[in-house]
């Protein structure tokens, strides 16, 4: 019935450890394939061409925003009940009428040129993207992902995020953003590896979202799934086991609560596929190629 006791003890602390920004799953942290330090080596001959109706990889994301005509802009969203605020990377999509919201969730490595381009893709798609930097206000003096001097720092910072930390700042930009004078009410969310993992307990969280897409994250546990109202897509490396091993339960419970969820699981790709593509002897770069437009069409079905 369900999940098998095992497995769900998996999920649950995956979905335990992950809203409190641990990125960790039985108390080891995760680097994965595709993480700034082993980009380094993707950044010679075989990295690749952009396809311009993908998201940039690492190594294109600095130039794709530089040549990007949408705008894109900073904004400090208040975090109500305090003086902190949000900083926020906001773009627009060039269209007549409003746009549904995204919201742009980041890796354990903070609010990066990579996540920005990505929401700058979505805006090319015709969404309204909102990427939150979550660390704002927790770096030196008050600063945010830039103000932390190395990636160590950043990953330490964001596992000290707390459930509640995290959920009020995601609230705060979600509620900003679908009050824009473009914006037509719809709302979704997707994330990268940790930020993966928080959009599906976003979805959990938040009951007026209308969709969560989830690279790479692991799910909330049994009681969480249950409370999600939104409808959810998975696209997942082949060869990451840690990660996919939680898909084949995750389905079978959701299946079992009447929830939507669409996982798909890309052979041969690791983790961190869409921001490494030129990895993986060519399987991350084939796992976008078929992840992205996947992830657009069901936008476009649940926006």
Same mark, same amino acid.
């Given at each position: 019935?369900?999940?098998?006791?095992?497995?769900?003890?998996?999920?649950?602390? !995956?979905?335990?450890?992950?809203?409190? +920004?641990? %990125?960790?799953? @039985? #108390?080891?942290?995760?680097?994965?394939? *595709?993480?700034? &330090?082993?980009?380094?080596?993707?950044?010679?001959?075989?990295?690749?061409?952009?396809?311009?109706?993908?998201?940039?990889g690492?190594?294109?994301?600095?130039?794709?925003?530089?040549?990007?005509?949408?705008?894109?802009?900073?904004?400090?969203?208040?975090?109500?009940g305090?003086?902190?605020k949000?900083?926020?990377?906001?773009v627009?999509?060039?269209?007549?009428?409003?746009?549904?919201v995204?919201?742009?969730?980041?890796?354990?490595?903070?609010?990066?040129?990579?996540?920005?381009?990505?929401?700058?893709?979505?805006?090319?798609?015709?969404?309204?993207? !909102?990427?939150?930097?979550?660390?704002s +206000?927790? %770096?030196p003096? @008050? #600063?945010?992902?830039?103000?932390?001097? *190395?990636?160590? &720092?950043?990953?330490?910072?964001?596992?000290?995020l707390?459930?509640?930390?995290?959920?009020?700042?995601?609230?705060a930009?979600?509620?900003?953003?679908i009050?824009?004078?473009?914006?037509?009410?719809?709302?979704?969310?997707?994330?990268?590896c940790?930020?993966?993992?928080?959009?599906?307990?976003?979805?959990?969280?938040?009951?007026?979202l209308?969709?969560a897409?989830?690279?790479?994250g692991?799910?909330?546990?049994?009681?969480?799934?249950?409370?999600?109202?939104?409808?959810?897509?998975?696209?997942?490396?082949?060869?990451?086991?840690?990660?996919?091993?939680?898909?084949e339960?995750?389905?079978?419970?959701?299946?079992?609560?009447g929830?939507?969820y669409?996982?798909?699981?890309?052979?041969?790709?690791?983790?961190?596929?869409?921001?490494?593509?030129?990895?993986?002897?060519?399987?991350?770069?084939?796992?976008t190629?078929?992840?992205?437009?996947?992830?657009?069409?069901?936008?476009k079905?649940n926006?």
């Amino acid at each position: 019935m369900g999940i098998s006791a095992g497995k769900l003890l998996g999920c649950m602390m !995956a979905g335990f450890l992950m809203f409190s +920004g641990s %990125g960790m799953i @039985g #108390g080891q942290e995760h680097v994965h394939e *595709g993480s700034p &330090d082993k980009m380094v080596a993707s950044q010679g001959p075989q990295a690749v061409a952009r396809d311009e109706k993908l998201p940039a990889g690492e190594e294109q994301a600095k130039t794709a925003l530089e040549k990007s005509p949408r705008h894109g802009e900073y904004v400090d969203v208040k975090l109500p009940g305090s003086d902190q605020k949000i900083r926020t990377w906001v773009v627009y999509p060039e269209r007549k009428d409003k746009a549904p919201v995204v919201l742009v969730i980041h890796e354990i490595f903070g609010l990066s040129d990579w996540i920005r381009a990505v929401a700058d893709q979505l805006a090319a798609e015709g969404y309204i993207a !909102a990427a939150p930097d979550l660390l704002s +206000g927790k %770096g030196p003096e @008050g #600063g945010g992902t830039d103000s932390v001097a *190395g990636r160590d &720092d950043v990953v330490k910072l964001i596992r000290s995020l707390t459930p509640e930390e995290t959920l009020a700042r995601l609230n705060a930009v979600r509620a900003y953003a679908i009050h824009l004078p473009a914006a037509n009410g719809k709302s979704a969310s997707v994330g990268f590896c940790w930020g993966g993992s928080a959009s599906f307990a976003y979805a959990a969280a938040q009951p007026d979202l209308n969709a969560a897409a989830v690279y790479y994250g692991t799910p909330p546990d049994a009681g969480g799934l249950a409370k999600i109202r939104a409808a959810v897509a998975g696209f997942y490396g082949g060869d990451d086991a840690r990660v996919t091993a939680t898909v084949e339960p995750t389905t079978t419970e959701m299946k079992k609560l009447g929830k939507a969820y669409e996982p798909h699981v890309y052979e041969g790709a690791g983790h961190g596929f869409l921001r490494a593509q030129s990895g993986k002897d060519g399987a991350n770069l084939k796992a976008t190629q078929q992840a992205w437009p996947g992830m657009l069409a069901f936008f476009k079905k649940n926006l």
